[in-house]
Each structure stands twice: as C-alpha cells, then as structure tokens.
C-alpha cells in the first residue's frame, strides 16, 4: 500500500495560483501512474490530472488545460500540481491518487486508482 500526503491547500483570489503537493511513502514502486482528482460539494469526484511515474507524460481535464500543470519529482517520491489563473469554480477538495497496477494507460475513473490521500481544501474566492 502506498500512503499518500497532500498539502499547499489554502484560500486564493480568483487569478491568483497555488501548488499542491504529494508525497508518496511505504510501498516502493518504480512505475505507476500519480493523479489529482478533485470533489466540489455536492459533486462527484472528478479527474484533474495525471503524471507516469517514469517518463513524466502527461494527461489534463478541458477544463484545467493550460491553467494547471502536474509534475514529479522522483528523488522525494512527490507530485506537485501548479494551479495558476484559479477560478471559483476550481473551488474543491483535491486528492492525490495512485494507480500502481500499471503506467501504459491514463484513466479518469477514480475506481482506477489503489491509493489516496486525505485531501486538501482549496478555496478561490474574492
């Protein structure tokens, strides 16, 4: 199992920018896919983001593409998730996942992924 913390969660201006992060322990894993998801009240959970673990290919949702930008770095086991020119309609708790079983293929169901962190609020709001 791998265990998952998230943090950099706060309140923000619309326009202003935040970067998550999540840092990965316990089970050791040389491939896999790293994910943000997010959940709104009264929403589903729904895909933000993904990353392979090994080769650093990416993977967006529409409505983030071009704002938010996913990366890792492999040396402290974390994925960072750069949210910039934030919306109120980005306002939501955001979950790091991971998806060990395999890394050919992004998938946006959250039932895809093993593993999940705790999550971390981020509010946008004047």
């Known amino acids: 199992q791998v265990h998952l913390v998230e943090s950099g969660g706060g309140l923000v201006q619309p326009g202003g920018s935040l970067r998550l992060s999540c840092t990965a322990s316990g089970r050791t894993f040389s491939s896999a896919i790293m994910a943000w998801f997010r959940q709104a009240p009264g929403k589903e959970r729904g895909f933000v983001a993904a990353i392979t673990w090994s080769a650093g290919n990416t993977m967006y949702a529409d409505s983030v593409k071009g704002r938010f930008t996913i990366s890792r770095d492999n040396a402290k086991n974390t994925v960072y998730l750069q949210m910039n020119s934030l919306k109120p309609e980005d306002t939501a708790v955001y979950y790091c996942?991971?998806?060990?079983?395999?890394?050919?293929?992004?998938?946006?169901?959250?039932?895809?992924?093993?593993?999940w962190g705790q999550g971390t609020q981020v509010t946008v709001s004047s």
């Open positions: 996942a991971a998806d060990v079983k395999q890394s050919r293929f992004f998938f946006i169901a959250p039932g895809q992924y093993d593993s």
